[in-house]
Protein backbone atom coordinates (compact mmCIF):
# COMPACT_ATOMS: atom_id res chain seq x y z
CA UNK A 1 0.00 0.00 0.00
CA UNK A 2 1.24 3.40 -0.96
CA UNK A 3 4.41 1.98 -3.04
CA UNK A 4 3.15 3.93 -6.42
CA UNK A 5 3.22 6.99 -4.48
CA UNK A 6 6.69 6.56 -2.78
CA UNK A 7 7.98 6.06 -6.22
CA UNK A 8 6.47 8.58 -8.11
CA UNK A 9 7.64 11.11 -5.61
CA UNK A 10 9.86 13.87 -6.92
CA UNK A 11 13.00 13.59 -4.75
CA UNK A 12 14.35 17.08 -4.90
CA UNK A 13 11.02 18.04 -2.83
CA UNK A 14 11.65 15.38 -0.12
CA UNK A 15 12.94 17.80 3.39
CA UNK A 16 15.16 16.79 6.00
CA UNK A 17 15.31 17.45 9.77
CA UNK A 18 18.40 19.72 10.65
CA UNK A 19 19.77 21.92 13.81
CA UNK A 20 19.85 25.42 12.84
CA UNK A 21 21.45 27.91 15.33
CA UNK A 22 21.12 31.86 15.57
CA UNK A 23 21.92 35.27 16.94
CA UNK A 24 20.72 37.30 19.63
CA UNK A 25 17.64 36.34 22.18
CA UNK A 26 14.61 35.48 19.63
CA UNK A 27 14.26 32.07 19.06
CA UNK A 28 12.05 30.50 16.19
CA UNK A 29 9.27 28.29 17.36
CA UNK A 30 7.72 25.74 16.18
CA UNK A 31 5.33 25.98 12.75
CA UNK A 32 7.34 29.41 11.86
CA UNK A 33 8.81 29.74 8.37
CA UNK A 34 11.87 28.90 7.16
CA UNK A 35 13.15 31.15 3.83
CA UNK A 36 16.66 30.98 1.61
CA UNK A 37 18.03 34.24 1.03
CA UNK A 38 15.82 35.05 -1.56
CA UNK A 39 13.02 34.68 0.57
CA UNK A 40 11.76 31.49 -1.06
CA UNK A 41 10.21 29.11 1.91
CA UNK A 42 12.17 25.78 2.16
CA UNK A 43 11.01 24.51 5.13
CA UNK A 44 9.50 24.70 8.35
CA UNK A 45 10.57 24.96 11.96
CA UNK A 46 9.08 21.87 14.23
CA UNK A 47 10.80 23.34 17.68
CA UNK A 48 12.88 26.12 18.80
CA UNK A 49 14.61 28.14 22.20
CA UNK A 50 16.45 30.35 23.55
CA UNK A 51 19.60 27.36 24.87
CA UNK A 52 20.58 28.53 28.46
CA UNK A 53 23.79 26.84 27.74
CA UNK A 54 24.92 27.79 24.46
CA UNK A 55 23.48 31.05 25.08
CA UNK A 56 22.23 31.49 21.32
CA UNK A 57 18.56 30.56 19.97
CA UNK A 58 18.20 27.14 18.71
CA UNK A 59 15.99 25.25 16.58
CA UNK A 60 14.95 21.95 14.32
CA UNK A 61 13.71 22.47 11.41
CA UNK A 62 12.57 20.02 8.17
CA UNK A 63 14.00 21.84 5.16
CA UNK A 64 14.75 21.10 1.74
CA UNK A 65 17.49 18.73 0.94
CA UNK A 66 19.13 20.77 -0.97
CA UNK A 67 19.68 23.63 2.05
CA UNK A 68 20.25 21.51 4.21
CA UNK A 69 24.24 21.14 4.25
CA UNK A 70 26.37 22.40 7.52
CA UNK A 71 27.09 25.98 7.61
CA UNK A 72 24.00 27.03 4.95
CA UNK A 73 22.94 30.22 5.73
CA UNK A 74 18.92 30.33 6.11
CA UNK A 75 16.01 32.73 7.61
CA UNK A 76 13.69 31.47 10.15
CA UNK A 77 10.28 34.23 9.66
CA UNK A 78 9.76 35.12 13.48
CA UNK A 79 6.52 37.25 13.59
CA UNK A 80 7.56 38.90 10.06
CA UNK A 81 10.86 39.52 10.85
CA UNK A 82 13.40 37.38 9.34
CA UNK A 83 15.87 36.00 11.62
CA UNK A 84 19.31 34.52 10.19
CA UNK A 85 20.11 31.42 10.93
CA UNK A 86 23.26 28.58 10.24
CA UNK A 87 22.42 25.06 9.85
CA UNK A 88 24.41 23.36 12.53
CA UNK A 89 25.64 19.83 12.93
CA UNK A 90 23.73 17.52 15.68
CA UNK A 91 23.49 17.50 18.06
CA UNK A 92 23.47 21.02 19.12
CA UNK A 93 25.69 20.31 22.10
CA UNK A 94 27.98 17.28 23.46
CA UNK A 95 29.42 17.08 26.82
CA UNK A 96 33.29 16.67 26.93
Given at each position: ????????????????????????R?????????????????????????????????????????Q??VDT????D?????????????P?Y???
Amino acid sequence: VGRSALEARDESGDRVLVGLAGEGRRAARAGYAVKDAAGTEVGIVTSGILSPTLGHPIALAYVEASQAEVDTELNADVRGKLLPMTVVDLPFYTRS
